[in-house]
């Protein structure tokens, strides 16, 4: 289905017997369409019509990702990653990996991708999908989605919660424990913002995955992909339901709601290293009076920036140094 005015009215564009799981699409006119029995669907006309490509495959197509408009990898199966080198026209299997589902795949450069799926397992290539292998995972439990703000920093979901990496890969750290919610999705936009979904849950960052807010989306929904257009605008796939929202939060009809952090988060300074004017972001669990002062090395007051009561959610203070 296509939406051109913000998804308030939706047109079929595919119809076919098979599931589809996921839609990709490498820019505004080149996407494709995944799904059971091996389906792929090509369409270079931003959706307006979509022609149907023969892998040879019959099994679940998963995750896609194109690095160029030529160079693409799918993975599909129990154990397969196939790539294509002609916009997705012909594809050659690339890597059999022993019957461990692969759930989604992303690429940092033209030569290093990683892969995650079931069993928490995570392979990685080196010289632009050819070969595989495996690394260790950075979660205890199946990794159902991976996405990278850039070369270096990368975030990874499953079933324990959420694991981030600054140095493209080599090394991973949780940053959020979802509490027994297992987080199936995640979408970034940017270098700051990023959304993950997860049960009836949707968690949001606004400083590249360190610090996340969450709340629970009602009406109760099984929340299965998130994907965001800007820092704004994002869909919720959920049970038999789509969500959207223009406002960073996320509406059903007219009902929004808003994210609030489970307790006080005071985020890194932005730009970072530190220049003469900066924001300082902060975000409160609740209404509550806030007090925020800048002090020097020698822990000498330089300025009160905030001094008063302020409400609930996300809030930012400009902080310049020249007129200290």
Known sequence: MKTTDSGNSWNDLIITNNAITRIYFYNYTLGFAIGENGTFYKTTDSGVSWNLIQLGETETCRGIYFFNE??????????KILRTTDGGNNWESSFTNGAIANYDIQFVNEFIGFAVGVYAKMYKSTDGGVNWYDITAPLAASIF????????????????????????????SMVLNSGGTQLNSISSFGNKFAWAV?????????????????QSFTPYSYLQQVSCVDSVTLWVLGDRKLYGTTSGGV???DNETTFYPEKFLLSQNFPNPFNPVITISYHLPQREFVTLKVYDILGREVATLVNEEKQAGSNEVEFNSHSS
């Open 70 to 79: 030529q160079i693409g990898w799918v993975c599909i199966g129990p154990d």
């Open 145 to 172: 989605d991976i996405e990278f703000f850039n070369q270096s920093i990368g975030l990874v979901v499953g079933g324990t919660g959420m694991a981030k990496t600054i140095d493209g890969g080599n090394t991973w």
């Open 198 to 214: 997860g049960q009836d849950k949707i968690y949001y960052s606004s400083n590249s995955g360190d610090i996340w807010a969450s």
């Open 251 to 253: 509406k059903d009809v």
